[in-house]
């Protein structure tokens, strides 16, 4: 089994940059494709962005293509999220989750395994 753990939430301003963190226990993460969601209030969880296990490949979404990054570090066993330019419509509950099976990264039904959230806030 692989838990995740979320780090490196909290409150700026507009325009400014954050970087998640998800470590995952578990001798096997390199062998898995990772996704951030968000899930603001009163609003379902939204696919944010996808890695494969490699790296090779990666998804967004459209609200944050061309601002937030992902990548990962198989050999810390760890998961970014670079999130720059940030908007208040940003501000989320943001979670990284394991894809174990084949199929869309877009969907939180592909994913095995959650993190607990790391709360993102984006003043204006």
């Known amino acids: 089994q692989v838990q995740p753990v979320e780090s490196g939430g909290g409150l700026v301003r507009a325009g400014e940059s954050l970087r998640l963190s998800c470590a995952a226990s578990?001798?096997?993460?390199?062998?898995?494709?990772m996704g951030w969601f968000r899930q603001a209030p009163g609003r379902e969880r939204d696919f944010v962005a996808g890695?494969?296990?490699?790296?090779?490949?990666?998804f967004y979404a459209d609200s944050v293509k061309g601002r937030f990054t992902i990548s990962r570090d198989n050999a810390k066993n760890t998961v970014y999220l670079q999130m720059n330019s940030l908007k208040p419509e940003d501000t989320a509950v943001y979670s990284c989750?394991?894809?174990?099976?084949?199929?869309?990264?877009?969907?939180?039904?592909?994913?095995?395994?959650w993190g607990q959230g790391t709360q993102v806030t984006v003043s204006s």
């Open positions: 890695i494969s296990w490699s790296g090779g490949s990666t």
């Open positions: 989750a394991v894809k174990r099976r084949s199929g869309s990264y877009y969907y939180p039904s592909q994913y095995d395994y």
């Open positions: 578990g001798r096997t993460f390199s062998t898995y494709a």
